[in-house]
Structures are given as C-alpha cells and as structure tokens.
C-alpha cells in the first residue's frame, strides 16, 4: 500500500510520524509522476494559497484529479481540507474541488487562534479525540452524499464522502492514530485503479 504525503509545504513530517507508527512508510509527494503511483494521499495542514499554487505549478493538481477520478482516497487536514472543498466562501476560487463543501477559511480564528477539544467520534469508539485547532476552517455547508462525522457545537469538523475524508483539526499533532488508521482503512478497501 503506498501512501503519499503532500510535501510542498505544510505540517508534511508529523503526518509521516503517524503512518509511520501504523507500520507505513509514506512517499514524500513533490511531483505528479509520484502521484501516479499512490494508493492514497494525505494532503496536510499549512497555507493553502501556497499549498494551492505550488500544486499548480508542479502540476501536481492535474495528477491528483486524474488519480481521484480512478478512486484513489484522500485525506485533507485543515488547509488540506480548503484545498479539497468545491466551494470556499467569500468567493476564493476552489482549488482540486473534489469534496462537496462549503468551507470558510480562518474561522475558529475569529474568536482564538487555536484551541483543543475533546470530540466525540462515535466512528473512532467510546473514547473522545483530542482535536487541534490552529487558526482551523469551518465547515459552513455539507452536500446531501457527506457524511459529517464529528462537530463542534453543530459545526461540522470532520466529515467523508465517499472516498474523500475531511478533518478541520490536526490529528497528526497528537499520539492519537486512529483517523490515520481510519483513512488506511478507507485506502485498503478502495483499490484504486
Ligand atoms: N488558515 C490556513 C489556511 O487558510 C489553514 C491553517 C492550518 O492548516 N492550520 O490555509
């Protein structure tokens, strides 16, 4: 199974440490022929504007989308989720527009930059996650074939449709690894083609 981390910019090394604990080794992603060969790919938190232009230039996009149209999962944390939502409010244009949301950016930093929550995930078991904001998007609107699998006080944090998986928070900043086993699990009955 190869799991590839987008590695332009962003919180790419903590990803790798998590699918590293869960026994994978992932692929560094830089350029579109890497693309090509994965079964599944996590898109990490940072800048998206970077992150959305970096993937332009090395037409990283075109790749992703050819490999999605083909069923391969992917995993977006935070600006990670910005780059998969096919709308963002305030009229940004939408970047890889793969999962049907309406995400604004920078939301939680309207009221604090970061904070933690216990989430109940009735998808991950009895025990709550500790879910990391930092200056996290909200999910404003989810389309009728999502699934929101956790909210914070009626928000949608963390949602999937189909072989998409959204998270607005950042898993891989805790010890807690069962949303990465969650998506190796959605990667392992998927077989992309
Ligand atoms: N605010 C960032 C953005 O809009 C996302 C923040 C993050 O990934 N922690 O790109």
Known sequence: MKIGVLALQGSVEEHARSL???GVEP???RRAEQVRELD???LPGGESTTLGKLMRLYEVDQAIRERTAHG?????TCAGMILMAKQISGGEAPHLAL???VVTRNASGRQVDSYERDLPVPDLGESPFKAVFIRAPYIDDVGEDVRV???VDGTPVFAREGNFLVSSFHPELTD??????YFLNMVRSARPN
């Open 20 to 22: 590293r604990r869960l």
């Open 27 to 29: 692929v560094a992603v």
């Open 40 to 42: 599944g790919l996590i």
């Open 72 to 76: 391969m999962p992917v995993y977006g």
């Open 99 to 101: 999962i049907d949301l």
């Open 149 to 151: 699998l956790a909210d």
């Open 176 to 181: 807690d690894d069962r949303i990465h086993e």
